[in-house]
């Protein structure tokens, strides 16, 4: 099977490699406390934990939507952009809802982003933004902070 370079060249995260040794050490009867991975320590809400299992049963919540998420979603988040920070953004062609941070990242990279384009990455950074900036074809170019 052939595998790109752009994706054989991405440094692996250390993440994987962080939550292996804290459960090694834990499994050994340490106590430690993990810093590597943003993992609450406690469960949802009960209240979030309700509405999944209502939205589950509605049939509407098994369709896809559209790239850019589901535009009642988009109106309210053009409507609290305008009462909250005074931004005008058209649900229709301006937002954009994602998963999370790092496909947000990893979209806006790949927006605007040309392949060899240099991008600013103040140190210490998240490793998903370095990798992230050299899978979207773009160099990061390290500023350390200090």
């Avoid at 292996?20 to 590597?36: F, K």
């Avoid at 979030?48 to 559209?66: E, F, M, V």
């Avoid at 953004?89 to 496909?103: C, K, L, R």
Wanted: glycine letters at 8%; aromatic letters at 6%; a negative charge.
């Amino acid at each position: 099977m052939h595998i790109s370079q752009r994706i054989r060249s991405i440094t692996p995260a250390p993440m994987d490699e962080i939550n292996a040794r804290v459960a090694a050490l834990r499994r050994e009867g340490a106590d430690v406390i993990s810093l590597g991975q943003g993992v609450p320590g406690f469960p949802p809400a009960t209240g979030a934990i309700r509405s999944a299992r209502q939205a589950l049963r509605a049939p509407t919540t098994h369709l896809y939507s559209a790239d850019a998420g589901l535009l009642s979603l988009r109106r309210m988040v053009s409507v609290w952009l305008a009462e909250q920070n005074r931004i005008e953004a058209d649900p229709d062609t301006e937002i954009f809802v994602t998963a999370g941070a790092n496909q947000a990242f990893m979209v806006a990279l790949l927006t605007l982003l040309d392949p060899g384009d240099g991008v600013l990455l103040p140190s210490p950074f998240y490793f998903n933004h370095e990798m992230s900036i050299r899978v979207a074809g773009g160099v990061p170019l390290e500023v350390p902070l200090q």
